[in-house]
């Protein structure tokens, strides 16, 4: 369940820092973050290091203890987590965005992709809020090129990257099939622009889960899918219809989309039991 610490009610987007009853918030910037040789030739082992998980139908991945990662990167003082761990704290707005664990809705996203048989072969991909990034190595699995983007640097690197290399069969080939990066989805855009020039680099598939929670982050959302799709891409966002406490939701975020007009939306997935959770499909409009 969410343990939201905030409110973050009738905020206001300025540029990249967003006013908040009274208290403005800076967004870290969007940076890309290269995978080390130390991280490549890292060997882990099961139990210390990391544990094999079935996650849904026949898809056993392997992932890193995030328990263990949050108490290492307590102790390296690493100031976003110190904070969230001593507020009890899943989220706290502009400093740590909850990805060091696996979020529900990645499980239905993940089960939707495998079970309706989205076509993921030589597709290039956007794991976009990856967190731990099952959603992005699952298409990886499946023959994708991918890039995982969350906000947090440390959770990229302490997270995200250990279990790419853990799960990829060819390790030597992470750096060709896979890019990082960290930081504010408004300057993830700004940063695409400048290392990505060519319309043929936008992405076939934007896959989200738990992203929507925010409604102040919701414009900035749509403005990713709006600039990094490909004419004939699609986006899915999994996430749940109601977030009590802040605000944000399925249908508040599907109003957004339709207002802003530039895509057609399709629910392809609705929970039946427990909290309401959905998926919500964006194609552009013809
Ligand atoms: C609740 S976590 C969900 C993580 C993961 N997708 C899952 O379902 O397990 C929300 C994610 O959204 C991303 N996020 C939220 N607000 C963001 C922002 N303004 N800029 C960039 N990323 C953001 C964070 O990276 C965070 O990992």
Known sequence: MFKFGFSVDNAKEENDKVESIGTVLDWFPAVKIEVSHEQLSKKCCEDDDFKECDLFYDVRLKLIH??????????????????????????????????????ECSYDLGKYLIGDKIPLENKSVLDLGCGTGIIGIL??????????????TEVIKSVTIPNVILNIND????????AFFSGDWASFIQLRGELYRNDYEKYDLILTSETIYNPDNQKKLHNIFKTQLKKN?????????????????????????????????????????????EILKLTFRT
Not at 79 to 99: C, F, T
Request: one cysteine or more; charged letters at 30%; a negative charge.
């Open 66 to 103: 995030s328990d263990k990662v949050v108490i290492d990167l307590q102790q390296e003082n690493c100031e976003n987590i110190v904070e969230a761990e001593s507020q009890h704290s899943d989220l706290i707005p502009a400093k740590y965005e909850g990805g060091l664990k696996v979020w």
């Open 139 to 152: 298409a990886l699995l499946n023959g994708a090129s991918v890039h995982f983007q969350d906000y947090n």
């Open 171 to 178: 390790r030597k080939h992470v750096q060709e099939r896979c």
């Open 233 to 277: 891409g699609s986006a899915y966002v999994a996430g749940k219809v109601y977030y009590f406490g802040v605000g944000g939701g399925m249908r508040q975020f599907e109003d957004l989309v339709e207002k802003e007009k530039i895509f057609e939306t399709k629910t392809v997935w609705n929970s039946d039991e427990g909290v309401q959770r």
